[in-house]
Nanobody, 121 residues
Framework: QLPLAESGGGLVQPGESLRLSCAAGEYTVDYYAIAWFRQAPGKEREKVSCIKDDGDLPDYADFVKGRFHTYRDNVEHTVILQMNNLEPEDTAMYYC??????????????WGQGTQVTVSS
């Protein structure tokens, strides 16, 4: 398992942007599929996005399409979730998770501790 860690959360106003990062310390996420999940208080955890090990054609949940973008930073060996035009409904704890086979359809067995995103005026 990878020791994943998220960063970049915070408090923003509606319409603003945040950039989350997922890193694995001294290890690399380069060969893992990395998904972003979120969970709001009292709600089920939901998958936001996923990028395969090759970085091609990330997939997104319908509720973030056109607003969120995930990509690999191959210099820093991180996976980024760029969140634009944030809405109050995006308020949640955001987690990154890794699949060792590089497959977005498989099981994610490495998880970070989460970073809080709050969107409020």
């Amino acid at each position: 398992q990878l020791p994943l860690a998220e960063s970049g959360g915070g408090l923003v106003q509606p319409g603003e942007s945040l950039r989350l990062s997922c890193a694995a310390g001294e290890y690399t996420v380069d060969y893992y599929a990395i998904a972003w999940f979120r969970q709001a208080p009292g709600k089920e955890r939901e998958k936001v996005s996923c990028i395969k090990d090759d970085g091609d054609l990330p997939d997104y949940a319908d509720f973030v399409k056109g607003r969120f973008h995930t990509y690999r930073d191959n210099v820093e060996h991180t996976v980024i979730l760029q969140m634009n035009n944030l809405e109050p409904e995006d308020t949640a704890m955001y987690y990154c998770a890794g699949n060792a086979w590089g497959d977005c359809g498989g099981e994610f067995n490495s998880w970070g501790q989460g970073t809080q995103v709050t969107v409020s005026s």
